[in-house]
């Protein structure tokens, strides 16, 4: 009986502060005006298709722009892939502002599930006493005060990346190869980590994972076909635009290497692509290796922030995915030291200066500064992964 009084304190006060920290943080990044954030694109897409129009048509998404008063204007059609709008369609059922607060919302809710989830895999209280203080943290971290910002929709991935860990870890690996298919939504960031996902699932033998990263791939393919044939070719045409007027500005190998070059197009590509390979070799390599002694938890945490910087297009915003490894890093940190100093000297490091990079961000308008979140990240798996874990203490 008192075991299951104080699970329902737990629920209560954890729900208590969630939803405080929630309205908190909302209302904050709230003074944003939503006509002016990536989230109007999303909402736009989903507002065109309940009205029966395709974001893929430029002379509609720009109509769609007069219409509903939003003034920034960036791209001529919706610039994700297509299928991708339909997952957008609850929020046209709102109006833009009740619907980029309800995504607010539901972000800081995704990000509370993902803390909860993974410090839980644990069953020591050593790492469940940390949920709090890791919750806490969250909150504060600095990509994800740039995804209520901008309304980005880096909590989507996250949680269909966190639902496919939790398939994994349940047999259910079909199901997670198609949670993973949803990763390549946002191409730049899927297309890295499906590879190297790929690789890992591929030593492990699990077939079922990867006909289900295949099944839910083609599935998008076809879905994107039915709303518009032509919908690839439009998809890379918009990206091409993006990216020709961000070249440089990324936390990735790409954008050093178009530094590294002053901008000269073939050096750029020939020095961003060897980078890029170099790295994905290298963590393909060791995954290949590791495969048998890595849980899936550790396989993400591992796999996430490399697939970043080896990608071609990052934002800080999208690095609300490395909520996952590092709440990992730190729990497997006290595991292994029977300690929490060393937990929080990497938890206070970590944030600290993804608050530095959002600073610079927006004094200096590029985003190579967060390139320290994924090194700091990557430094913190390394040293979770290679220390040698003490014995417990003598009660």
């Avoid at 639902?163 to 990763?183: D, P, Q």
């Avoid at 963590?283 to 591992?302: D, M, N, R, V």
């Avoid at 730190?330 to 490091?349: I, P």
Wanted: hydrophobic residues 55%; glycine residues 8%; proline residues 4%.
């Amino acid at each position: 009986m008192k075991k299951i009084l104080l699970k329902i304190i737990g629920v209560i006060c954890v729900l208590g502060l969630s939803v405080g920290m929630i309205f908190a943080l909302a209302r904050l990044s709230g003074t944003a005006n939503s006509q002016d954030t990536n989230f109007s694109f999303f909402w736009l897409a989903g507002k065109m298709l309940l009205n029966g129009e395709n974001p893929y048509n430029e002379a509609q998404y720009l109509a769609g722009h007069d219409t509903y008063q939003i003034g920034w204007r960036p791209n001529k059609i919706f610039p994700y892939p297509l299928p991708l709008a339909l997952f957008c369609i609850p929020l046209g059922f709102f109006s833009l502002q009740s619907a980029y607060l309800l995504w607010q919302m539901l972000t800081l809710l995704i990000v509370a599930l993902t803390v909860f989830v993974t410090i839980y895999q644990w069953a020591r209280p050593a790492q469940r006493r940390l949920f709090f203080p890791l919750l806490l943290a969250s909150f504060f971290f600095g990509p994800l005060y740039l995804s209520l910002q901008t309304g980005s929709i880096g909590a989507f991935a996250l949680l269909a990346i966190l639902l496919a860990v939790l398939c994994l870890e349940n047999g259910k690996s079909f199901w997670a190869g198609i949670l993973f298919a949803l990763t390549i939504l946002k191409p730049p960031q899927g297309a890295t980590l499906l590879l190297l996902i790929g690789i890992w699932l591929l030593a492990r033998k699990d077939w079922k994972a990867i006909y289900g990263i295949l099944t839910g791939g083609i599935a998008l393919l076809i879905i994107g076909l039915l709303q518009d044939p032509a919908w690839l070719s439009k998809m890379f045409a918009a990206s091409e635009a993006v990216m020709d007027r961000t070249q440089g500005v990324h936390s990735n190998v790409w954008a050093f290497a178009y530094l590294a070059c002053n901008g000269a197009s073939a050096c750029s590509k020939i020095l961003g692509g060897a980078g890029s390979l170099i790295l994905l070799g290298l963590g393909g390599f060791f995954l290949w290796k590791k495969q048998a002694q890595l849980t899936a938890f550790e396989a993400l945490s591992f796999i996430i922030p490399l697939g970043f910087v080896s990608t071609v297009y990052l934002w800080e915003y999208d690095q609300i995915l490395y909520i996952l490894p590092l709440v990992w890093v730190v729990g497997q940190l006290v595991q292994k030291t029977k300690s929490y100093l060393q937990a929080f000297a990497f938890l206070t490091a970590i944030i600290f200066y993804a608050f530095f990079a959002v600073s610079r961000l927006g004094a200096v308008k590029h985003d190579l500064w967060s390139l320290g979140n994924t090194l700091i990240l990557l430094a913190g798996f390394w040293l979770a992964s290679a220390l040698n874990e003490k014995p417990e203490r003598a009660s």
